[in-house]
């Protein structure tokens, strides 16, 4: 059997695209990280068990989150494309 050398030599560098990232790209990435590691992920399983995910406190918080880092001056919310 003939071995064929994989150009990606793993998962995590496949999807390692922080050398694209802009700054402030990275810096949203870094309190969205934070914000899961903080307010979903101690819990998901609550909310799995319950049958219910708080998604607009969630997203209220994300936002107040995320607008700690972010340069916009427009808060609206960009329209849904189809």
Known sequence: MTSTKSAVSSLSEL???????????????RVTRRYVRQRIKPNAARWFEAGDLPVRELAKGW????????????????????
Request: include cysteine.
């Open 15 to 29: 999807f390692d695209l922080d050398h694209v990232l802009t700054d402030d790209e990275r810096d949203l990435q």
């Open 63 to 82: 936002v107040s989150s995320a607008c700690s880092v972010c340069t916009c001056t427009d808060t609206a919310a960009p329209a849904p494309t189809r």
